[in-house]
């Protein structure tokens, strides 16, 4: 197979993913379902996804060779994560198709050009500004007002490499704070909610979008979503239209997640897009328990160049992440009737690593028979 030609994979195929978290591990259990395979390639020994896997690859990401073998062994490769080095992108991708392709990595992996790409479509985003020193951000904290939030273009995610910058606050002092050669300033968004809508965009064309979620952070990580959001139909219609855009606009294959802030307005509520990810994201993982086809199948799905699902959601879904400390509670989640628990097999719990979910689903139809 070159990297260039269609997909279409047949059962008994492998996907190759990258990274070996727990998005990685429900990739390859979803792939299971479908009769595919999955290789996992990560540095980490101890990955949760390679216990989900008969083959693994145990190397760095720079360790050409091993990205060579990697990609031999596949069909078609697929990543968990957006930080993927563009060397190791590169280097996969001569050899076997990359799915979604990573040219949309220039994009998303960098704040200011995804804000930049956003605009461009036409959707709203924060009042935002390209800060590469101190004096730009002395200058941007007057025309965006604060409190406003500094962000590093690169390598950000959970609330890491992100300021809140308040009256009073020194330009000099934020900005040597965040150690960074180039970052945006966002005005901040008194938000009311947010969501997040998880798509899925076929080699065809088709997108198929979930319910919108709404999404409750906890010291900036994610730690409650429930479908569908308490927003209004036109409203979510609104959010899957801003999704169904960028998905197309990026010639997307795979799922995505687009993050969003509901604001008030003068005519009722709007959207602001906070984020893209390329990739299944945590907030989907409702469907997993609440829907008749997850987000890590409509992925598979899509890679693997088969026809896009169109899930029905069971009921009101409710899905919390166990972070840190939480996972030591896992004996009352497993006897709490109806929840449905997850755990992702990591060794040792530590503040903010996501250790499981639990997901709990009220029937649609409780009473009928
Ligand atoms: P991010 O890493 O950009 O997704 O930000 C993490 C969280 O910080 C978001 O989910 C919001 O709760 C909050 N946040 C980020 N940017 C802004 C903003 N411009 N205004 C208000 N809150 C924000």
Known sequence: MTSKKRVALKPGDTIGILGGGQLGRMLAMAAARLGIKAQVFSPDPDSPAFDVVQRATCAEYADVEALELFAS???????????????????????????PDTAILETTQDRLAEKNFVTKLGIGTARYADISSARDLAAAMKTLGLPAVLKTRRFGYDGKGQIIIHEGDDPQDVWDRLGTKSAILEA?????????????????????????TENEHRDHILKTSRAPAAISDALAEDAREIARKIASALNYVGVLAVELFVVPGTEGPGLLVNEIAPRVHNSGHWTLDGASVSQFEQHIRAIAGWPLARPVRHGQVTMTNLIGDDILDYGKWLTMPGATVHLYGKGKPRPGRKMGHVTVVEPLFPDRK
């Open 73 to 99: 062994d596949v069909d078609v490769i697929t990543y968990e994560f957006e930080n993927i080095p563009s060397a190791t992108a590169m280097i996969l991708a001569a050899r076997r198709p990359v799915l």
């Open 188 to 212: 901040f968004v008194p938000f009311e909610r947010e969501v997040s809508v998880i798509a899925a965009r076929g080699a065809d064309g088709d997108v198929v979008c979930y319910d919108v």
